[in-house]
Nanobody, 121 residues
Framework: EVQLVESGGGTVQPGGTLRLSCTGS????????MSWVRQAPGKGPEYISA????????YYADSVKGRFTISRRNTENTLYLRMSSLEFDDTGLYYC??????????????RGPGTQVTVSA
């Protein structure tokens, strides 16, 4: 059974830093491109970052470029998102998704339940 579980969310002040983790199980983690998606209150989901299976290709949305860093450790089946210089607009539910083999860049077949990030003074 494929499972994705996120951790590392919390409440942080503007300008602060958090690191999210997503651990996968039930599949060969290194074979799959992975992404982080966030959903702010009252808004639709936003793909904010993606990384290929071998970390050779990385994408960032303009809204997080220069502030967030995606990485992965395939030996530990774990995906990371380091978030710095956090802003109020970064508040939302963050979840990791798995892109299906041969799927398009915005497709996913599995997602985790998510971890809440709240930026508050």
């Amino acid at each position: 059974e494929v499972q994705l579980v996120e951790s590392g969310g919390g409440t942080v002040q503007p300008g602060g830093t958090l690191r999210l983790s997503c651990t996968g199980s039930g599949f060969i983690f290194s074979n799959y491109d992975m992404s982080w998606v966030r959903q702010a209150p009252g808004k639709g989901p936003e793909y904010i970052s993606a990384i290929s299976g071998n970390s050779g290709s990385i994408y960032y949305a303009d809204s997080v470029k220069g502030r967030f860093t995606i990485s992965r450790r395939n030996t530990e089946n774990t995906l990371y998102l380091r978030m710095s210089s956090l802003e109020f607009d970064d508040t939302g539910l963050y979840y990791c998704v798995r892109r299906p083999l041969g799927g398009g860049p915005w497709e996913y077949d599995y997602r985790g339940p998510g971890t809440q990030v709240t930026v508050s003074a």
